[in-house]
Protein backbone atom coordinates (compact mmCIF):
# COMPACT_ATOMS: atom_id res chain seq x y z
CA UNK A 1 0.00 0.00 0.00
CA UNK A 2 1.13 3.06 -1.29
CA UNK A 3 1.96 5.86 1.81
CA UNK A 4 -0.86 8.46 0.41
CA UNK A 5 -3.13 5.23 0.78
CA UNK A 6 -1.85 4.46 3.97
CA UNK A 7 -2.26 8.85 5.74
CA UNK A 8 -5.51 8.14 4.05
CA UNK A 9 -7.09 5.24 6.10
CA UNK A 10 -4.99 6.72 8.74
CA UNK A 11 -7.42 9.95 9.00
CA UNK A 12 -10.51 7.70 8.30
CA UNK A 13 -9.50 5.80 11.22
CA UNK A 14 -9.15 9.31 13.28
CA UNK A 15 -12.13 10.43 12.25
CA UNK A 16 -14.44 7.99 12.26
CA UNK A 17 -13.36 4.71 14.34
CA UNK A 18 -15.33 6.47 17.32
CA UNK A 19 -18.68 6.64 15.67
CA UNK A 20 -18.31 3.01 14.09
CA UNK A 21 -17.59 1.96 17.43
CA UNK A 22 -20.54 3.13 18.96
CA UNK A 23 -22.81 1.96 16.26
CA UNK A 24 -21.23 -1.64 16.40
CA UNK A 25 -22.02 -1.23 20.28
CA UNK A 26 -25.84 -0.11 20.02
CA UNK A 27 -26.74 -2.67 16.86
CA UNK A 28 -25.09 -5.54 18.93
CA UNK A 29 -26.47 -5.11 22.30
CA UNK A 30 -24.28 -2.91 24.17
CA UNK A 31 -21.29 -5.61 23.67
CA UNK A 32 -18.18 -3.80 24.13
CA UNK A 33 -16.00 -6.73 22.85
CA UNK A 34 -17.95 -7.34 19.84
CA UNK A 35 -17.91 -3.75 18.99
CA UNK A 36 -14.25 -3.66 19.54
CA UNK A 37 -13.98 -6.45 17.01
CA UNK A 38 -16.54 -4.90 14.28
CA UNK A 39 -14.37 -1.76 14.24
CA UNK A 40 -11.35 -3.64 14.03
CA UNK A 41 -13.01 -5.74 11.13
CA UNK A 42 -14.14 -2.90 9.24
CA UNK A 43 -10.98 -1.68 8.72
CA UNK A 44 -8.98 -4.85 7.86
CA UNK A 45 -11.73 -4.94 5.01
CA UNK A 46 -10.71 -0.90 4.66
CA UNK A 47 -7.53 -2.37 4.51
CA UNK A 48 -7.83 -5.23 2.16
CA UNK A 49 -10.32 -3.04 -0.35
CA UNK A 50 -8.63 0.28 -0.06
CA UNK A 51 -8.50 0.95 -3.62
CA UNK A 52 -12.24 0.36 -3.36
CA UNK A 53 -12.65 3.11 -0.64
CA UNK A 54 -9.88 5.50 -1.66
CA UNK A 55 -12.41 6.09 -4.89
CA UNK A 56 -15.36 6.00 -3.15
CA UNK A 57 -17.45 9.03 -3.89
CA UNK A 58 -18.03 9.03 0.53
CA UNK A 59 -15.80 7.23 2.47
CA UNK A 60 -17.73 7.40 5.34
CA UNK A 61 -20.51 6.16 4.17
CA UNK A 62 -18.26 3.32 2.83
CA UNK A 63 -16.94 2.46 6.34
CA UNK A 64 -20.97 2.43 7.73
CA UNK A 65 -21.88 0.29 5.46
CA UNK A 66 -19.19 -2.26 6.21
CA UNK A 67 -19.59 -2.39 9.72
CA UNK A 68 -23.51 -2.27 9.33
CA UNK A 69 -22.41 -5.86 7.40
CA UNK A 70 -20.22 -6.91 9.80
CA UNK A 71 -22.99 -6.79 12.41
CA UNK A 72 -24.95 -8.10 10.19
CA UNK A 73 -22.55 -11.31 9.88
CA UNK A 74 -22.11 -11.26 13.88
CA UNK A 75 -25.80 -11.17 14.75
CA UNK A 76 -26.31 -14.19 11.86
CA UNK A 77 -23.67 -16.15 14.10
CA UNK A 78 -25.39 -15.78 17.18
CA UNK A 79 -28.53 -17.11 15.23
CA UNK A 80 -29.52 -20.43 16.26
CA UNK A 81 -32.80 -20.71 13.56
CA UNK A 82 -36.06 -19.56 12.81
CA UNK A 83 -39.20 -19.18 14.74
CA UNK A 84 -42.78 -20.67 13.87
CA UNK A 85 -43.09 -16.76 12.66
CA UNK A 86 -40.10 -16.85 10.40
CA UNK A 87 -38.07 -14.65 12.18
CA UNK A 88 -34.81 -15.51 13.19
CA UNK A 89 -34.14 -16.20 16.76
CA UNK A 90 -30.41 -14.79 18.75
CA UNK A 91 -29.94 -16.62 21.48
CA UNK A 92 -27.17 -18.02 21.50
CA UNK A 93 -23.52 -18.48 20.21
CA UNK A 94 -22.59 -20.36 17.68
CA UNK A 95 -19.24 -20.75 15.89
CA UNK A 96 -20.39 -21.10 12.01
CA UNK A 97 -16.99 -22.04 11.29
CA UNK A 98 -17.10 -24.92 13.28
CA UNK A 99 -20.36 -26.16 12.93
CA UNK A 100 -21.08 -29.20 10.78
CA UNK A 101 -23.22 -28.44 7.97
CA UNK A 102 -26.14 -30.83 8.80
CA UNK A 103 -26.27 -28.96 12.11
CA UNK A 104 -27.36 -25.82 10.73
CA UNK A 105 -30.79 -25.10 11.68
CA UNK A 106 -30.63 -22.16 9.35
CA UNK A 107 -30.91 -21.94 5.40
CA UNK A 108 -28.85 -20.10 3.26
CA UNK A 109 -28.44 -16.75 3.44
CA UNK A 110 -26.82 -13.93 0.76
CA UNK A 111 -23.03 -14.91 1.46
CA UNK A 112 -23.06 -18.43 0.86
CA UNK A 113 -23.45 -20.70 -2.42
CA UNK A 114 -26.69 -20.24 -4.15
CA UNK A 115 -26.78 -16.74 -3.24
CA UNK A 116 -29.73 -14.36 -3.26
CA UNK A 117 -28.23 -12.37 -6.43
CA UNK A 118 -27.47 -15.74 -8.27
CA UNK A 119 -30.83 -16.54 -7.88
CA UNK A 120 -32.42 -13.39 -8.90
CA UNK A 121 -29.97 -13.63 -12.32
CA UNK A 122 -32.45 -15.88 -13.16
CA UNK A 123 -35.75 -13.89 -12.68
CA UNK A 124 -34.48 -10.52 -13.27
CA UNK A 125 -33.58 -8.83 -17.07
CA UNK A 126 -29.48 -7.67 -17.62
CA UNK A 127 -31.35 -3.88 -16.97
CA UNK A 128 -33.20 -5.54 -14.10
CA UNK A 129 -29.83 -6.82 -12.46
CA UNK A 130 -28.11 -3.34 -13.27
CA UNK A 131 -30.57 -1.00 -11.30
CA UNK A 132 -30.11 -3.74 -8.55
CA UNK A 133 -26.59 -3.68 -8.81
CA UNK A 134 -26.17 0.06 -8.56
CA UNK A 135 -29.04 1.31 -6.17
CA UNK A 136 -28.26 -1.44 -3.66
CA UNK A 137 -24.83 -3.22 -4.24
CA UNK A 138 -23.06 -0.05 -4.48
CA UNK A 139 -25.15 2.25 -2.94
CA UNK A 140 -26.06 4.76 -5.24
CA UNK A 141 -29.46 7.37 -5.09
CA UNK A 142 -32.40 6.84 -7.37
CA UNK A 143 -31.22 10.00 -9.16
CA UNK A 144 -27.35 8.63 -10.14
CA UNK A 145 -28.84 5.03 -10.99
CA UNK A 146 -31.69 7.15 -13.35
CA UNK A 147 -28.53 8.45 -15.19
CA UNK A 148 -26.92 5.21 -15.65
CA UNK A 149 -29.82 3.68 -16.95
CA UNK A 150 -30.58 6.79 -19.33
CA UNK A 151 -33.44 7.69 -17.95
CA UNK A 152 -35.07 10.32 -15.65
CA UNK A 153 -35.13 9.97 -11.61
CA UNK A 154 -39.40 9.01 -11.61
CA UNK A 155 -39.35 6.50 -14.40
CA UNK A 156 -36.29 4.93 -12.19
CA UNK A 157 -37.85 5.00 -9.02
CA UNK A 158 -40.87 3.48 -10.63
CA UNK A 159 -38.82 0.82 -12.25
CA UNK A 160 -37.33 0.38 -8.91
CA UNK A 161 -40.62 -0.40 -7.65
CA UNK A 162 -41.90 -2.96 -10.01
CA UNK A 163 -38.79 -4.53 -9.69
CA UNK A 164 -39.48 -5.12 -5.75
CA UNK A 165 -43.11 -6.67 -6.95
CA UNK A 166 -41.33 -8.79 -9.26
CA UNK A 167 -39.35 -10.28 -6.76
CA UNK A 168 -41.68 -10.38 -3.68
CA UNK A 169 -44.53 -12.41 -5.93
CA UNK A 170 -41.42 -15.18 -7.09
CA UNK A 171 -40.64 -14.48 -2.83
CA UNK A 172 -43.74 -15.31 -1.83
CA UNK A 173 -44.35 -18.49 -4.75
CA UNK A 174 -41.60 -19.88 -3.91
CA UNK A 175 -42.54 -19.85 0.47
CA UNK A 176 -45.74 -21.32 -0.59
CA UNK A 177 -43.91 -24.08 -2.62
CA UNK A 178 -41.47 -24.47 0.09
CA UNK A 179 -44.34 -25.14 2.74
CA UNK A 180 -45.41 -27.88 0.61
CA UNK A 181 -42.51 -29.89 1.07
CA UNK A 182 -42.14 -29.91 5.24
CA UNK A 183 -42.63 -32.57 7.19
Known sequence: MDSG???FLEQLYKLYAED??????????YDEEKAREAVQETFSIACMKIDDIYQAD?????????????VKRE?????T???????YKFVKEISIDKLLIEEMLIERVEFYEDSVFDRLE??????EMQFIEERYLKGK?????????????SAC?????RIHKKIKKILKKRDKTSKNFDI
Open 58 to 70: YPQAWLFKVVDNV
Open 141 to 153: KYKEVADILQINE
Open 81 to 87: GKTKDGE
Open 122 to 127: KILTKR
Open 157 to 161: TSFGN
Open 20 to 29: IFNVAYMKLN
Open 5 to 7: KNL
Open 75 to 79: KFRLC
